[in-house]
């Protein structure tokens, strides 16, 4: 796959991606890596604009976490709690990292990684790694990247976009990372290509929300499919009911083309069905069950092993409420797949990898293959660009009205 900045400002194709900072857990003992699509964005840009993105310094100041990259890029975060002196000595383990897979550089530094506000200082590192990524190419490449705030209030993530040459397709490449303020979260509202905020604006200036789009996902541990799976795996999802199967088909053939072990599915990413708000309620009611348990607890044994169940409740279950807000889910699901313009490419891996494991990790060889089957993927989907424009336009149209009108009404 060759590649290259361009200056065209009508691409055909996107290619999107997200790091969630801290989203590692979910309900029904779902964990990630949801750092894969920023890392396989960002490494597809550097392709393109050359960048050295290892992380050389590190340093703490009044609960803010500066990272710099070789080629001068900060990132700044703060925890909502600080960093402790040893957690500053921890993270000085992530020097020599490479900035762009952020979630095994933060896992490497503390072991483990809670969002939901549970460990902040991972977190908030997490989330100056991705900004130093960012800032590496704003800085580097000024006339050739744009970047923007995701422009949503909490968050303090930033996006990053640029104009590509895929095997001289034009392709408008687009990395995100979703993070709140203080290490808390993430708030995961702008996932995906969901158009609006501060990030919409620039999907708009580069045209991505009309373009059949691929959206690279995690590397993640999903029981209902781990539990049988035997290599870990490519899972290439969407719904085609509300998606675009044109993407679909072509990053399956981009699979087949690189002999990469993969699986697929057409029923994923249902819409309009309440489920985030009936699992937001079923863990309210989880959380009264407990605390009413809680207030009649007279042993400091019995109150242990309860508030020992309420943290875990608060820093996995949780995970699966926290990220989207509810009328958001209803229209793009859990992947964040604006109707009729996405299929997704993410990882799953097997049970005795994540037995081992315990968090699933993205390296450089993940990278390489997610890019290998974008690279397939980009000719197959331009040579049925038609059809694909053509789900855009009929799937979009019939189940949109915007963005803003449906959060308001929500």
Same mark, same amino acid.
Do not use: W
């Given at each position: 796959?060759?590649?290259?900045?361009?200056?065209?400002?009508?691409?055909?194709?996107?290619?999107?991606?997200?790091?969630?900072?801290?989203?590692?857990?979910?309900?029904?003992?779902?964990?990630?890596?949801?750092?894969?699509?920023?890392?396989?964005?960002?490494?597809? &840009?550097?392709?393109?604009? $050359?960048?050295?993105?290892?992380?050389?310094?590190?340093?703490?100041?009044?609960?803010?976490?500066?990272?710099?990259?070789?080629?001068?890029?900060?990132?700044?975060?703060?925890?909502?709690?600080?960093?402790?002196? =040893?957690?500053?000595?921890?993270?000085?383990?992530?020097?020599?990292?490479?900035?762009?897979?952020?979630?095994?550089?933060?896992?490497?530094?503390? !072991?483990?990684? =809670? !969002?939901?506000?549970?460990?902040?200082?991972?977190?908030?590192?997490?989330?100056?790694?991705?900004?130093?990524?960012?800032?590496?190419?704003?800085?580097?490449?000024?006339?050739?990247?744009?970047?923007?705030? +995701?422009?949503?209030?909490?968050?303090?993530?930033?996006?990053?976009?640029?104009?590509?040459?895929?095997? !001289?397709? *034009?392709?408008?490449?687009?990395?995100?990372?979703?993070?709140?303020?203080?290490?808390?979260?993430?708030?995961?509202?702008?996932?995906?290509?969901?158009?609006?905020?501060?990030?919409?604006?620039?999907?708009?200036?580069?045209?991505?929300?009309?373009? $059949?789009?691929?959206?690279?996902?995690?590397?993640?541990?999903?029981?209902?499919? !781990?539990? +049988?799976?035997?290599?870990?795996?490519?899972?290439?999802?969407?719904?085609?009911? =509300? #998606?675009?199967?044109?993407?679909?088909?072509?990053?399956?053939?981009?699979?087949?083309?690189?002999?990469?072990? =993969?699986?697929?599915?057409?029923?994923?990413?249902?819409?309009?069905?309440?489920?985030?708000?009936?699992?937001?309620? #079923?863990?309210?009611?989880?959380?009264?069950?407990?605390?009413?348990?809680?207030?009649?607890?007279?042993?400091?044994?019995?109150?242990?092993?309860?508030?020992?169940?309420?943290?875990?409740?608060?820093?996995?279950?949780?995970?699966? &409420?926290?990220?989207?807000?509810? *009328?958001?889910?209803?229209?793009?699901?859990?992947?964040?797949?604006?109707?009729?313009?996405?299929?997704?490419?993410?990882?799953?891996?097997?049970?005795?990898?994540?037995?081992?494991?315990?968090?699933?990790?993205?390296?450089?060889? #993940? &990278?390489? #293959?997610?890019?290998?089957?974008?690279?397939?993927?980009?000719?197959?989907?331009?040579?049925?660009?038609?059809?694909?424009?053509?789900?855009?336009?009929?799937?979009?149209?019939?189940?949109?009205?915007?963005?803003?009108?449906?959060?308001?009404?929500?």
């Amino acid at each position: 796959m060759q590649v290259r900045s361009t200056p065209v400002d009508k691409p055909l194709i996107g290619v999107m991606g997200h790091a969630g900072a801290g989203h590692v857990h979910s309900h029904s003992g779902f964990i990630q890596d949801d750092s894969a699509g920023f890392a396989v964005v960002t490494t597809l &840009i550097r392709r393109a604009l $050359p960048a050295d993105t290892r992380v050389t310094g590190i340093s703490v100041e009044g609960g803010t976490v500066a990272v710099r990259t070789a080629d001068g890029g900060i990132g700044r975060a703060a925890a909502r709690r600080g960093f402790s002196h =040893y957690e500053q000595e921890l993270m000085q383990r992530g020097l020599g990292c490479d900035a762009v897979i952020s979630q095994s550089c933060a896992f490497r530094c503390f !072991g483990r990684i =809670y !969002g939901q506000g549970v460990l902040e200082a991972p977190v908030a590192f997490q989330t100056a790694l991705c900004l130093a990524v960012i800032d590496t190419f704003s800085r580097k490449y000024p006339d050739q990247v744009r970047v923007a705030d +995701e422009g949503f209030a909490g968050n303090v993530g930033r996006c990053l976009a640029a104009h590509l040459a895929v095997d !001289g397709i *034009p392709v408008a490449a687009f990395a995100l990372i979703n993070a709140s303020a203080g290490g808390i979260g993430p708030v995961e509202d702008l996932e995906g290509n969901v158009c609006f905020a501060a990030k919409g604006e620039l999907m708009k200036a580069f045209g991505l929300h009309r373009l $059949p789009t691929i959206i690279v996902e995690s590397k993640a541990y999903v029981p209902a499919v !781990g539990e +049988e799976l035997v290599t870990n795996s490519f899972f290439i999802r969407h719904s085609k009911t =509300y #998606d675009n199967p044109v993407v679909a088909t072509a990053l399956i053939e981009g699979a087949k083309q690189c002999d990469l072990p =993969y699986l697929s599915a057409d029923h994923a990413y249902p819409r309009y069905t309440g489920d985030m708000r009936r699992v937001t309620a #079923d863990f309210a009611a989880r959380l009264k069950t407990l605390a009413e348990k809680i207030e009649s607890a007279s042993s400091a044994a019995e109150k242990t092993a309860l508030v020992a169940e309420l943290a875990v409740l608060a820093s996995q279950d949780a995970g699966g &409420i926290t990220y989207m807000s509810d *009328p958001l889910f209803d229209l793009v699901a859990g992947g964040g797949l604006m109707p009729g313009t996405a299929a997704v490419l993410s990882m799953v891996v097997t049970k005795p990898y994540i037995k081992a494991r315990m968090i699933p990790e993205v390296d450089e060889n #993940d &990278i390489e #293959d997610y890019l290998a089957i974008i690279g397939g993927a980009v000719p197959e989907l331009h040579e049925n660009i038609h059809a694909a424009n053509a789900c855009v336009e009929k799937v979009g149209a019939a189940n949109l009205t915007t963005i803003d009108e449906m959060l308001a009404g929500g």
